[in-house]
């Protein structure tokens, strides 16, 4: 029984020392073990400053061809352009759109057709639309195109252009080539469209130069009332031609 124990025990004693040795022997890899990456920010983590960099890049690239595109659409007249540029938010880019549209409406048909577009869709008018409506209604001053000309104009919160406009309807009227317009009508469209101005824009200096210019024709415009004659005798509210 005791040399048993005594068998029992120089077993276990060769065994551990069999293994002290075998670890011992083992070779270290732990210097082989590569470092994290330095851009590892783990699964959920936010993208490395080069990612960043590379998405900027490319949301550069596909605004400018966006741009392109829109501004191809609108050289070849196509209206819905003007739309999809408002609905980006971009003034500037708007603009431009709005520009070419412009330059591709030669006739007077293409022209009204930018202009009832743009007033359908409660679109921006720019000062450039706003100069080629108040152009083509110089070409051909009427009552319609009158209605149309000074709306553009004030539109456009350009109140430079908003102010030569009620000047170049009064010049015309002098020169009697608005007959079809009565003073009071003129006078109430001039009033009515200040209104449509930004208040920034009827405040500012050049603001206070219009509101001079609209005292000047309403004085004028009231003077051409109390002159005009009855359309007729029945009817006493309406006013004849100057």
Do not use: C, H
Not at 58 to 76: H, M, P, T, Y
Not at 112 to 128: A, F, G, I
Not at 166 to 185: C, F, M, N, S, T
């Amino acid at each position: 029984m005791f040399s048993l124990f005594i068998t029992a025990l120089a077993t276990i004693l060769i065994v551990g020392i069999g293994l002290y040795f075998w670890q011992k022997s083992a070779p270290d890899n732990s210097e082989r073990v590569l470092p994290p990456n330095a851009d590892f920010r783990g699964l959920f983590g936010e993208d490395s400053p080069a990612i960043e960099t590379e998405k900027k890049r490319l949301a550069a690239v596909s605004k400018e061809q966006q741009e392109s595109f829109l501004i191809a659409r609108a050289r070849d007249g196509e209206l819905s352009s003007a739309s999809d540029a408002n609905e980006i938010g971009d003034a500037n880019l708007y603009d431009r759109v709005l520009v070419e549209l412009v330059r591709t409406a030669a006739s007077d048909a293409k022209l009204l057709s930018l202009m009832s577009y743009v007033t359908q869709n409660e679109l921006p008018v720019n000062r450039t639309l706003a100069t080629a409506v108040i152009a083509a209604w110089k070409k051909s001053p009427d009552r319609a195109g009158t209605a149309k000309a000074l709306p553009f104009a004030a539109l456009s919160d350009d109140p430079e252009l908003y102010r030569q406009t009620v000047e170049q309807a009064i010049e015309l009227r002098r020169e009697g080539k608005l007959v079809d317009v009565l003073p009071a009508e003129l006078r109430a469209l001039f009033d009515g469209e200040f209104w449509i101005l930004s208040s920034r824009t009827r405040s500012s200096g050049a603001g206070f130069v219009l509101k001079r210019t609209l005292e000047s024709a309403r004085r004028e415009l009231e003077a051409a009332i109390v002159r005009s004659p009855r359309v007729n005798k029945g009817d006493q509210s309406k006013e004849g031609p100057p």
